[in-house]
């Protein structure tokens, strides 16, 4: 048993250098903190990194979805579809609209939405007369979702796509996460993510009006930012309010971070997928456990192993307590939205109107992975749950 904390590895850790760091007393010096010159570098480097032709430097994943939702048109009363298997943000940012998330459920393999089960939640939206004004599918884990037939089946209801790419990396086998198939793709930098700037996120689209949309409502509506207003020959307080916006821009400092993260990225991307086949490999005979699926397009964000229906006599939450004594983090991706009680209560939702999702969640298990883990570490983990699994493991009564 682990008792030292100097011992414990930890979920999820940034991985952070001295180029970072000099690249953060860069800006410092310079005298000037808040979105500029950096943030525009980091937004030129991204999109030309996603193949896309605009990027929006935004505060957050969230922010970010909010931001893309709007500019698409999302209002009051509108639906937008996305799996209940992810995390808030998704839906939240429906609300700030005033429309409503209609939850569709997994594909019980890769944890991400259904196709089949959308096609059938899109058709039952038409003949209720109230259709999708747009869908969300997530790709969870850094695994991409099925977007030939999503990007078909909104083509074909008149829905436009936002995708939650918050946990990929933009340059994922040369290409783009999204492929050019999403109207927008939203991007996480958030302290777990593959590429981190502490906080924030990226929007990432080909469309012009959008951007241009995106830009004005991410600072106050405001027709000219304040890098813009600052170094103007003309006075610095002549601009116009066109929209009521957010306050949603990403400063100097985090984004001179990220653009030393956005460059060692294939190299953090690299440790990542070491990390996840090491696993794959080590864990492959424990009969109890399921393992993620992989793929070449996989951004490798989290390693998600789930335990099979009654293979243990334990709880996986028991699980997380006995890895925890050994001194690993573990946790837990997703709690589904239908579960939480402001959504089970606003829609009148049951645990079992989405069983997919239920029974992914009781059995899912996000193991420690992120680029600083050492080999040590990673035998540490794969011991001490291949041993819990071994220890604990339902012998059937005949």
């Not at 943000?89 to 196709?115: N, S």
Request: glycine share 8%.
């Amino acid at each position: 048993m682990m008792n030292r904390s100097t011992d414990f590895i930890p979920f999820a850790r940034p991985c952070l250098g001295e180029e970072e760091e000099t690249a953060v007393l860069r800006v410092m010096r310079g005298g000037w903190l808040t979105t500029a010159t950096e943030s525009a570098a980091f937004e030129r480097e991204f999109a030309l990194a996603a193949g896309a032709e605009h990027a929006i430097a935004v505060n957050s994943a969230t922010a970010g979805l909010h931001l893309a939702l709007e500019a698409v048109g999302v209002g009051p009363d509108d639906r937008v579809a996305m799996s209940p298997y992810t995390f808030t943000a998704c839906a939240e940012v429906v609300r700030y609209l005033g429309a409503d998330p209609l939850f569709v459920d997994i594909d019980p393999r890769t944890l991400t939405i259904c196709p089949q089960a959308l096609r059938r939640a899109l058709e039952g939206a038409a003949a209720e007369a109230r259709p999708v004004r747009a869908i969300m599918p997530v790709h969870v884990a850094g695994l991409r979702c099925d977007m030939q037939t999503i990007t078909a089946l909104a083509a074909e209801h008149g829905a436009v796509v936002v995708e939650d790419a918050a946990h990929c990396v933009p340059h994922l086998a040369g290409r783009r996460c999204n492929s050019a198939q999403g109207v927008v793709s939203v991007y996480s930098f958030y302290a777990t993510k593959p590429i981190t700037t502490g906080e924030g996120g990226m929007a990432v689209t080909d469309d012009a009006p959008l951007a241009d949309r995106m830009r004005t409502m991410r600072l106050h509506g405001i027709d000219r930012d304040a890098w813009e207003r600052y170094r103007a020959t003309s006075p610095a307080w002549q601009y116009d309010v066109v929209a009521a916006g957010f306050k949603y821009n990403l400063p100097d400092l985090q984004a001179a971070i990220g653009r030393v993260q956005l460059g060692r990225a294939r190299e953090l991307l690299l440790h990542r997928a070491r990390i996840a086949a090491t696993y794959r490999r080590s864990l492959a005979d424990v009969s109890s456990l399921m393992l993620p699926p992989d793929s070449a397009d996989h951004s490798h964000h989290l390693f998600i192993v789930r335990i099979r229906p009654r293979t243990l006599s334990i709880s996986r939450d028991r699980v997380i307590e006995l890895l925890a004594r050994d001194g690993i983090g573990a946790s837990v991706h997703y709690r589904p939205l239908h579960l939480m009680s402001y959504y089970r209560d606003r829609y009148g939702l049951k645990p079992g109107d989405f069983p997919l999702s239920l029974e992914a969640y009781e059995g899912a298990l996000s193991l420690p992975l992120y680029a600083g883990l050492t080999q040590e570490q990673i035998g540490r983990v794969i011991g001490s749950l291949r041993a819990i699994c071994s220890q604990h493991h339902r012998v059937e009564s005949r």
